[in-house]
């Protein structure tokens, strides 16, 4: 037999021994492959982590329910169980996070009535006192000329310095003041950054003590148990300490909140956010740091605006935003005309011209400018085949933009709503500084060589106007949740809200006799009990009423707040920086060892470096 058939034969011999396994005694061949659970179906023997279970807390998708249901996907009453499967689903979703969030003040500030109530009052009270500036730059002659080419930055920040002195109480004296005091460059920095000439000024003289500056401080991690009183009671022992403004509640951060916490300029920001840092509310830790604000107030936009199909696109959106801003605020209609937000909102969504019928001088104004009806937009009614890559030649329209630049100031100051970049202030009065930011129209667009005339893309031009329809839609349209919709979700009665609670309060001791939970008096007959809680309990009554209300307000939402609450809730923890177990030693702690250095240590051998002896000299500059 040859060599190395022999080494084969040894090479199988071991090979067999390998493949014997031992299960408690001595050598047996390989167990066989036994398979433990089937693929297809569920089995009893199938390990408990490859079962699906479906979540009940999730909404099935209508494979899973079919099969819920013992019903095949082309089943005939199929799609109306599912239906009716989804409303329950939702109704059920919330309902829990109603009741799991409606104690919090972010939640009622948002769908209370009492609440609402109170912030609408607040805000007509400042809308008017902004409406009362804007009257009184009219009267003396300031708005004649207005606009909002960026050649007029500057005056146009004194416009707006002029408003804020009228805001915070100062008289007609100082208000011409503002309007000659002198604007520094970081105001108009934005403009200058792009190249924008501004025309020099000798005349003006400085009068930065008319403007009261406050300084901001951000302050994150509020949890949605606190209240905006709690945190402006534990922002008090902090001097200069003015108001504060908290921003809606988000869902990432488990209904968390963010607020902007107003402080007098004079005072150490860092240092107050080094104290704020340990102050602890409902277990959270608030988190504070300074706000980064900008003196850049006056910003340029868009330079397409200026071209007159786009500010034609634009005056018709802007006219009818004012128009429901004056119809939410109550401004320019009379008292029979009044209606309530919830009115307003189902006539905007069906849209009810209010332009037609407004009276507010702008807006009648601006009817002799636009072309036809308010609702025939050319850019979006009568779109056009031009490919995107077509050219288009820039032109203007003086008498469309000098009307869209009235709007747009008067926006800005009486409705703190910034038109070009398509903004709303809400409670602009406790934002460290009032009318801060103002966009204004760009440069036109200009032409490539001399002899050419200024032309840009239809692609552009497409894109513009989808992006204002996109950003600007949202201010004069609704979404309307249906009637039948809402009583699927679990719509209240209010009147039967209130039967409810007078049920509720009527306990019978016994046979002709009564117990009101209320008072804790007895009465011998039900009309008496129901006549005591309906005459001295009546603001408990109503007080049931706005609860129901409560609830109806945040069904009808088409964009209510909601997340599953069966399900656990992100954590709320904020970051708590903690000593290290160990000292901390820095890495490189001597001047002559930094971190690009090479550090040489005794009785070490230097590496040798080896290299091309043709190579480039790490030490001559390379020239080509």
């Given at each position: 037999m040859a060599p190395h058939d022999s080494d084969t034969e040894d090479r199988k011999r071991d090979r067999g021994t390998r493949d014997r396994v031992s299960y408690g005694g001595g050598d047996s061949e390989r167990r066989p492959f036994k398979r433990l659970y089937s693929s297809s179906r569920p089995s009893e023997d199938m390990p408990k982590r490859y079962r699906y279970e479906p979540d009940p807390n999730e909404l099935l998708s209508v494979q899973a329910f079919a099969s819920s249901?013992?019903?095949?996907?082309?089943a005939a009453e199929l799609p109306e169980k599912y239906a009716d499967y989804k409303d329950e689903y939702y109704k059920k979703q919330y309902k829990q996070f109603f009741d799991a969030h409606k104690n919090e003040e972010w939640l009622q500030n948002k769908y209370h009535p009492l609440n609402l109530a109170a912030r609408e009052t607040k805000r007509r009270d400042e809308i008017a006192r902004r409406l009362y500036a804007y009257n009184k730059l009219k009267e003396r002659g300031h708005l004649e000329n207005l606009s909002l080419n960026p050649e007029n930055a500057r005056n146009i920040v004194r416009l707006l310095n002029a408003v804020v002195v009228l805001l915070d109480g100062g008289d007609e004296e100082k208000m011409e003041r503002a309007l000659k005091m002198e604007i520094c460059a970081g105001a108009v920095r934005d403009l200058i950054n792009v190249g924008v000439e501004?025309?020099?000024?000798?005349?003006?003289v400085p009068e930065h003590s008319l403007l009261t500056r406050r300084g901001g401080v951000m302050i994150r991690c509020i949890p949605p148990e606190a209240t905006d009183a709690e945190i402006s009671e534990a922002l008090q022992r902090y001097p200069g300490f003015e108001c504060l403004h908290v921003f809606p509640a988000y869902p990432e951060g488990g209904w968390m909140r963010k607020a902007m916490a107003v402080f007098r300029d004079n005072v150490d920001l860092r240092e107050l956010c080094v104290g704020i840092n340990g102050i602890r509310v409902k277990g959270s830790n608030l988190v504070a740091y300074l706000h980064a604000g900008s003196s850049q107030r006056v910003r340029i936009s868009n330079p397409l605006i200026n071209h007159k199909s786009v500010a034609l696109s634009l005056l018709h959106k802007a006219v009818k935003i004012l128009a429901v801003l004056d119809k939410r605020a109550g401004q320019y209609i009379d008292e029979a005309g009044e209606q309530n937000q919830h009115e307003i909102t189902k006539d905007i969504a069906?849209?009810?011209?209010?332009?037609?019928?407004?009276?507010n001088p702008l807006i009648v104004k601006a009817r002799g400018i636009l072309p036809g009806d308010l609702d025939d937009d050319p850019s979006l009614t009568h779109p056009d085949r031009v490919p995107d890559s077509a050219d288009v030649i820039f032109k203007r329209d003086e008498r469309v933009l000098n009307m869209l630049d009235e709007i747009a100031f008067y926006m800005r100051v009486v409705y703190s709503f910034n038109l070009l970049n398509y903004e709303m202030f809400t409670?602009?009065?406790?934002?460290?500084?009032?009318c801060e930011v103002f966009h204004i129209r760009g440069q036109d667009i200009k032409a490539v060589d001399d002899d050419k005339l200024p032309m840009f893309k239809k692609g552009e031009l497409r894109a513009f106007e989808n992006e204002l329809e996109q950003k600007l839609g949202p201010f004069y349209t609704a979404r309307l949740v249906p009637d039948t919709q809402l009583a699927a979700l679990g719509l209240l009665d209010l009147e039967s809200a209130a039967e409810e609670f007078i049920?509720?309060?009527?306990?019978?001791?016994?046979?002709?006799?009564?117990?009101?939970?209320?008072?804790g008096k007895k009465f011998k007959g039900l009309e008496f009990i129901?006549?005591?809680?309906?005459?001295?309990?009546m603001d408990a009554v109503e007080a049931s009423k706005a609860e129901g209300a409560f609830f109806n307000n945040y069904l009808r939402d088409a964009d209510r707040p909601w997340i599953n609450v069966s399900k656990p809730a992100p954590d709320r923890r904020s970051y708590e920086p903690r000593e290290p177990r160990y000292p901390v030693r820095e890495r490189f702690e001597r001047e002559e060892h930094p971190p690009s250095a090479k550090r040489t240590f005794p009785g070490k051998r230097q590496p040798y470096v080896y290299k091309d002896l043709d190579a480039v000299d790490d030490n001559v500059a390379t020239i080509f």
């Open positions: 249901e013992n019903l095949t996907l082309d501004l025309p020099e000024e000798a005349d003006k069906i849209r009810v011209d209010y332009v037609s019928t407004s009276t409670e602009e009065e406790t934002l460290p500084n009032k049920q509720a309060n009527t306990v019978q001791l016994s046979e002709g006799k009564w117990l009101c939970p209320l008072s129901r006549k005591h809680i309906t005459s001295k309990h």
